[in-house]
């Protein structure tokens, strides 16, 4: 029984079938975990460039004089 398992262990270890989509597996999920991890730092940064831009462009609007 035991030489059985060896053999088969032994067997698995030498076998490098399906290696390549493991390994696209793995990146894959490195790439979405980073992705994940830096959602909130880049939302961050979109609404601080976004309110940027809206109070420069609201500073080169003049409002209608009145009655004008």
Do not use: H, K
Request: glycine letters at 8%; charged letters at 15%.
């Amino acid at each position: 029984m035991v030489t059985v398992v060896r053999s088969e262990v032994a067997r698995l270890l030498a076998d490098d079938s399906g290696q390549d989509l493991v390994e696209y597996a793995l990146l894959a999920a490195t790439i979405g975990l980073a992705c994940a991890a830096s959602f909130q730092t880049l939302l961050a940064l979109i609404g601080t460039a976004y309110r940027r831009w809206n109070t420069n462009l609201d500073a080169l609007c003049e409002p209608p004089l009145p009655g004008g």
